[in-house]
Each structure stands twice: as structure tokens, then as C-alpha cells.
């Protein structure tokens, strides 16, 4: 099959402009029209797989809300243990600042600043070992669904200790 020059037409698609064979024109063939039947027939066709589809869809997001709210209730109770405790003591910004010592302050400001710098500490080391709890119980969940993936590569033949085990079990497959 011989293509000539005649046969090429130029596209325009946004800008992007390339050459392709020319396509036959639908008004050029003489196909008979579609008896009403079978248009009939197609279109419950086609909202039957748009059904089926639909509904596919449809299961696919409910396990995936399945899946989030699984996980939002295991942080919820994950949280629950540290909502026990007392929240931390917001502290002015000139109390957060280590100061020099004034002779003017007495020693009842002192132990107050000192109270308070206490429960600020306590508190942020109560969010700290929080979140490490968060941490640890993430990458365990990760490195249970990481063995999970990895188990069946480790379980293939290929890893057999001698290739003759190794070739009859790739002949008994």
C-alpha cells in the first residue's frame, strides 16, 4: 500500500499542529441508519453499564470511607489517654524569657515563675511522649503492612536452596 502526499491532512489540536492520515468523512459513507430498535435496545445497554459502574464506584468509596473512620477512631482512642491529662499552662511572653535576677522580686515571684515554667515543661514533655506513642504505633502499622506486602515475593520458588527444587517446582506449575 502506497501512501501518496493526497492522503496526509494537517491537524490543529490547541496549537499543537501535525500531519495524519486523512480519515473518511462519515457524510461520504452511506451506512443505513440504525433502526429504532436497536437504539432502543443500545441506550438500556448503556444505562445498564453505567449502573454497573456506578455501583462499582460506589462500593470502591464505601470501603475507603470504611477505611478512614477505622483509622479516625483508633486516633480518637489513641488520644483519649492524653486527654486525661491537665492541658498546659499558657504562659505570658515576658515569663517564657530567662531574665536577670532584680533584688526588687521576691522569693514568693520566683517559686511562681518557677511553678510555672515546671507545669509548662511538664506539659510539653506530656505532648512529646504523646506524639512518640503516635509514632511508634505508625511505624508499627507500617512495618506490619510492609511484611504483609513482602510476604508473598519471600514465599516464590525462586528463593528455593538448590536449583533442582527450584526447576521441578517451576515444571510442576
Not at 494537517?10 to 452511506?30: E, W
Not at 440504525?34 to 441506550?43: F, G, K, L, R, V
Not at 498546659?88 to 517559686?111: A, K
Request: charged share 30%.
Amino acid at each position: 500500500m502506497e501512501i501518496n502526499e493526497d492522503d496526509w491532512e494537517l491537524v490543529n489540536d490547541d496549537g499543537f499542529i501535525y500531519r495524519r492520515l486523512k480519515r473518511p468523512h462519515p457524510a461520504s459513507t452511506s451506512t443505513p441508519a440504525i433502526p429504532p430498535s436497536d437504539i432502543a435496545a443500545e441506550a438500556k445497554a448503556r444505562t445498564e453499564r453505567k449502573k454497573k459502574v456506578l455501583l462499582k464506584l460506589k462500593t470502591k468509596y464505601q470501603q475507603e470511607i470504611h477505611h478512614w473512620e477505622f483509622l479516625s477512631n483508633t486516633l480518637q482512642a489513641l488520644q483519649n489517654p492524653t486527654q486525661n491529662q491537665p492541658p498546659p499552662v499558657p504562659l505570658p511572653v515576658s515569663d517564657q524569657r530567662v531574665s536577670v535576677v532584680h533584688e526588687n522580686y521576691s522569693d514568693s515571684t520566683y517559686r511562681e515563675l518557677t511553678d510555672t515554667l515546671l507545669a509548662q515543661v511538664e506539659a510539653q514533655e506530656a505532648s512529646i511522649s504523646g506524639i512518640s506513642r503516635f509514632c511508634d504505633v505508625a511505624e508499627a502499622l507500617c512495618d506490619a503492612e510492609e511484611r504483609r506486602l513482602k510476604q508473598p515475593l519471600i514465599d516464590l520458588s525462586i528463593w528455593e536452596q538448590s536449583p533442582r527444587k527450584l526447576i521441578t517446582s517451576l515444571l510442576q506449575e
